[in-house]
Nanobody, 125 residues
Framework: QVQPVESGGGLVQAGGSLRLSCAAS????????MAWFRQAPGNEREFVAA????????SYADSVRGRFTISRDNAKNTVYLQMNSLKPEDTAVYYC??????????????????WGQGTQVTVSS
């Protein structure tokens, strides 16, 4: 059973930075498409960023493009989300997701089979 585990959330002031990490084991990690989603209170879970096999492709939500960077270290079975220039509207629980069946990056929650428990990111104004 695969269980992604997130870390790195916290409280930061607007304009600051955080780096989230997600470790996933139990399957051949380089073959997984990995993604980050987020969910704010009262909102649906929304796509943030995704990275394809071996990091060859990436995709970002328009709201974070240019501020967030997704990357992966296959030797450590870990995917990262570097978040810069954070805004109060980035406040949410951030979830790591993994899937081994997709051949291209997809951006809806239902496309991903494995999910972490989430880590809280709070950006104060």
């Amino acid at each position: 059973q695969v269980q992604p585990v997130e870390s790195g959330g916290g409280l930061v002031q607007a304009g600051g930075s955080l780096r989230l990490s997600c470790a996933a084991s139990g399957r051949t990690f380089p073959n997984a498409i990995m993604a980050w989603f987020r969910q704010a209170p009262g909102n649906e879970r929304e796509f943030v960023a995704a990275i394809g096999w071996y990091g060859r492709s990436t995709s970002y939500a328009d709201s974070v493009r240019g501020r967030f960077t997704i990357s992966r270290d296959n030797a450590k079975n870990t995917v990262y989300l570097q978040m810069n220039s954070l805004k109060p509207e980035d406040t949410a629980v951030y979830y790591c997701a993994a899937d081994w069946t997709m051949t291209i990056i997809r951006t809806t929650p239902g496309d991903f089979r494995y999910w972490g428990q989430g880590t809280q990111v709070t950006v104060s104004s």
